[in-house]
């Protein structure tokens, strides 16, 4: 096989977007459409991926700081898909192999596909190979004509003529190239069109005139080389990405109750068995266990969950750690920086911040942790808050195995609640708490017998 070197197009604007982020950094399912399609090209284990960059460059740049291997390339006007391959000549020129030609924003594109082009291109020794497709509505697109069943053009939407108008062959906007007469075709493409632009698919009729061999290779899923223009399109190709995933899932085992209300991104794993009911975001680097409920309404955005959990309705876990058998929720609000043990019980209207709860720990109801240590089997009443920050700076709760904190407590950081402790309901703790001890910070109660009757006898005096 020949070295293979990819160009990905991502200059141009995306005006039909309507938006200050540059269409390639629009995201479906977790990952931009530009990491999308990078991922593609990476499977086919290219020697070089250059970039050609323009609108937002330095934004598309900034996203893809984490692939040190990638080319980028600056087309600074943006004069037509011609023009933009030909920013790649600096990085290419001398090189020898296949340039295999992607664009920025057509991410449903499979490598099965891409190879197929690579050996339609090697079989036919073509100088170039178009990925073709048959579209019952072919409006919008470059039509491949075909001379004697060859393809001898192709002609842009606004330059066909009325018959040209009625061929469903278009062109994907991907070829293989041959890299060796490449840059000096790309030379001689002019702009005599009805857009003024320097046109890619021009090189077809220039390597026909040069009776150099050309190709197709047509994709028999038509949708796969589905480009994103609008955000309608955006929804559409997002919908076509959730579905496959989601069919994945439930391949693997899992359930999903309601395939078409269940948002999954593209790198988060489940386990066999767990039930996703409708309404659920599982997102970023989640990984799911075995045998979990994910409750509808529920949001995981990088977490990992263990076996047997169940997550309730309206909980939200934001990179955290939950442990195998332990309940989450409803409305739980488990915050960046939190581990809760295995067996804890984390109930309705609790909130975690960098918090880790013991093994068998539980804080059932309404209640605020944030900055605490929590041991086993400690029990933390409804009620209860840490009052972690002083204004200025963020302070630690300690509390250790088997403590019970009654209901209603304020506890105030920096302080610890040793192993045992016992924390009498409504207490403002304040010091730390020895172990087995029990605190009691609050005023005592007093009765006033017969103060009622006093009042009355009063009030009816006046
Ligand atoms: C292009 C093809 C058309 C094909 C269609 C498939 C041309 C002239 N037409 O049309 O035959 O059917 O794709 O989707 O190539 N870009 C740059 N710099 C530029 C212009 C474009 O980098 O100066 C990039 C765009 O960001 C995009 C890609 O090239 O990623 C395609 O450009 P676009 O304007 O979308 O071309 P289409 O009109 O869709
Ligand atoms: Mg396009």
Redesign the pocket.
Same mark, same amino acid.
């Given at each position: 096989m020949p070295d293979i070197h990819v160009v990905v197009?991502?200059?141009? +604007?995306?005006t039909r977007m309507k938006s200050l982020l540059p +269409?390639?950094l629009h995201r479906i399912s977790g990952l931009t459409l530009i990491e999308r399609v990078l991922r593609t090209a990476a499977a086919l284990q290219p020697r070089s991926v250059t970039m050609?960059v $323009? @609108?937002g460059a330095d934004e598309v740049r900034a996203s893809l700081i984490k692939r040190p291997r990638l080319q980028f390339v600056t #087309?600074e #006007? #943006?004069? $037509?898909? &011609? @023009?933009?391959l030909l920013q790649a000549r600096t990085h290419l020129e001398g090189k020898k192999g296949t340039v295999v030609l992607l !664009?920025?924003?057509?991410p449903l594109l499979t490598a099965a596909s891409l190879r197929a082009l690579l050996d339609a291109h090697a079989e036919t020794e073509a100088a170039a190979t178009v990925i073709t497709a048959r579209l019952q509505r072919p409006f $919008? =697109? $470059?039509r491949i004509v075909r001379t004697n069943g060859k393809i001898s053009k /192709?002609v842009?939407e606004r330059d066909t003529t009325a018959a040209q108008k009625t061929i469903t062959e /278009? *062109? !994907?906007?991907i070829y293989a190239f041959d890299l060796a007469p490449l840059f000096d075709a790309l030379d001689s493409i002019g702009t005599a069109n009805k857009q003024g632009?320097? =046109?890619?698919?021009d090189l077809i009729a220039i390597y026909r005139k040069q009776k150099r061999a050309l190709a197709t290779w047509t994709v028999e899923r038509a949708d796969e /080389?589905r &480009?994103i *223009?609008s955000r309608t399109e955006l929804a559409e190709v997002s919908t076509m990405v959730r579905q496959q995933k989601n069919e994945e899932l439930m391949a693997a085992g899992v359930t999903l109750i309601d395939p078409a209300t269940t948002y999954v991104d593209a790198d988060v794993v489940v386990g066999a068995d767990t039930v996703i009911y409708p309404c659920v975001f599982l997102e970023g680097s989640t990984k799911i266990g075995s045998a979990c409920e994910i409750h509808s309404g529920a949001r995981i955005v990088n977490s990992t969950i263990g076996d047997r959990v169940c997550v309730r309705n309206h909980t939200v876990v934001t990179d955290s750690t939950v442990e195998s058998g332990s309940f989450v929720g409803p409305f739980a609000h488990i915050r960046p920086g939190s581990e809760v043990g295995e067996d804890a019980h984390i109930g309705n209207f609790v909130e975690l911040k960098k918090t880790v709860m013991g093994k068998g720990a539980k804080a059932n109801h309404l209640a605020y942790l944030g900055d605490a240590t929590i041991g086993a089997k400690s029990n933390v009443g409804a009620g209860t808050i840490t009052c972690n920050y002083d204004g200025e700076k963020k302070h630690q709760t300690v509390i250790g195995n088997n403590v019970f904190v009654g209901s209603n407590s304020t506890l105030v950081a920096p302080v610890t609640l040793a192993d045992g402790s016992y924390i009498a309901a409504g207490s403002a703790v304040t010091t730390d708490v020895p172990a087995g001890a029990l605190a009691i910070g609050r005023s005592r109660q007093e009765n006033k017998e017969g103060w009622v009757a006093k009042r009355k006898d009063a009030k009816a005096k006046t």
């Open positions: 197009l991502a200059a141009g +604007k995306g +269409k390639v050609v $323009g @609108h #087309q #006007q #943006q004069l $037509g898909t &011609g @023009h933009a !664009s920025g924003d057509a $919008g =697109y $470059g /192709i842009e /278009i *062109n !994907s906007g632009e320097y =046109y890619l698919p /080389i &480009g *223009n």
